[in-house]
């Protein structure tokens, strides 16, 4: 007879209608919680919000600022004219992006829009293009050389807790001075092991505003392929030799050439103002703007790294802030009209 057996019926059937009667008081009890627990809920997220919009505001945050996003070439002694830097130069500005306030985050995490740094803090992305062993070379112990721009970095950001020592590597076939592919898979992996990101600077470094669809592709994908045989990591982000768009934008960032494809989610140019926050209209992944590095000469008086940090300096208001929450995108209120569609879930104006 199952479970109970013959003589444990009547008891079973004595229990079901205890049990039955039970449920039936029981029952409106939980229907009367239900709209309590609804507004306990409802009075906790409100509650968290306002606390999140109070520290938003005590630090002026404005996730809808300006972001410098900072473009190096070599870093070697007695530079000639141009974009290289000395390290004493490189570690100069560094520190000064340290005393300001600025913590590095990757170019991928700039155009996903994961940024995370602790409030009142600004970021700042730093980008080497060319793959020059002047940006970084390892001993034999896998310990980046003191005087390559890594190794800059990385001691910077040990004497400034907070700054973290991460950076963008737009590569081309050229890597790093490394002609065997053995010493090629050290360097990459040793960056992307210590949270360096690595973007696409296409294959052979050409000019890629007079070439046809087909020769865009084939040096995207080319760039890609170098990266993915390596790494197995495919890159997010491309920069643009020489700072030319194709005849065509969106070639730079969607494509395919002999069956490999490529989507990226941003493609920068080569210098000129800061970029918006990924958060607004005006981020535009077609084409970000980047700011050289250097000091006020020349056209530089207004238009490179130093002109414009003692901009966003003196003019915070237009400066990205952080609120210090990942998952919020926060800003004063009458700045609401100007948050990208995409983010609006996120949007904590205050």
């Not at 996003?69 to 870093?75: A, D, S």
């Not at 995490?109 to 793959?131: C, N, R």
């Not at 076939?173 to 065997?180: H, I, L, S, V």
Request: positive net charge; proline residues 8%; hydrophobic residues 40%.
């Amino acid at each position: 007879m199952g479970r109970f057996g013959a003589a444990g019926l009547a008891v079973v059937s004595l229990s079901a209608v205890t049990l039955s009667a039970c449920g039936s008081s029981a029952k409106p009890v939980k229907q009367a919680d239900a709209p309590a627990d609804k507004q306990h809920r409802v009075a906790a997220e409100a509650s968290l919000r306002k606390s999140e919009m109070e520290a938003a505001a005590r630090v002026k945050a404005n996730e809808l600022g300006q972001i410098p996003v900072i473009m190096y070439h070599r870093v070697v002694k007695n530079p000639p004219p141009g974009d290289d830097r000395s390290p004493q130069q490189f570690r100069e500005e560094l520190e000064r992006l340290a005393a300001e306030d600025y913590v590095p985050i990757t170019a991928a995490e700039y155009v996903t829009g994961k940024i995370d740094i602790p409030a009142g803090k600004h970021p700042v992305v730093l980008t080497f293009d060319d793959s020059s062993p002047s940006q970084v070379s390892l001993d034999g112990m896998g310990k980046p050389l003191p005087d390559t721009a890594v190794g800059i970095l990385m001691d910077v950001a040990a004497k400034h807790p907070g700054f973290r020592p991460v950076a963008t590597f737009y590569v081309i076939k050229d890597m790093f001075g490394k002609a065997r592919q053995e010493e090629q898979v050290q360097v990459l992996e040793w960056l992307k092991d210590n949270g360096f990101d690595i973007g696409n600077h296409t294959r052979d470094h050409l000019n890629l505003l007079s070439k046809s669809k087909e020769e865009v592709e084939d040096q995207i994908v080319g760039g890609q392929n170098l990266i993915t045989s390596l790494i197995k990591t495919p890159p997010v982000t491309l920069a643009l030799p020489y700072g030319n768009q194709p005849s065509k934008k969106e070639w730079a960032l969607h494509g395919s050439y002999k069956g490999v494809s490529y989507n990226y989610r941003g493609v920068f140019l080569a210098g000129y103002t800061p970029a918006p926050s990924p958060y607004t209209k005006d981020f535009d992944p077609v084409g970000i703007p980047r700011i050289r590095s250097k000091e006020k000469v020349g056209d530089c008086v207004k238009f490179c790294s130093m002109a414009w940090l003692d901009w966003l300096k003196a003019n915070p208001n237009d400066r990205y802030t952080s609120d210090g929450y990942a998952n919020t995108v926060a800003f004063p209120k009458f700045k609401a009209p100007f948050v990208a569609a995409s983010f609006k879930a996120r949007a904590l104006p205050y």
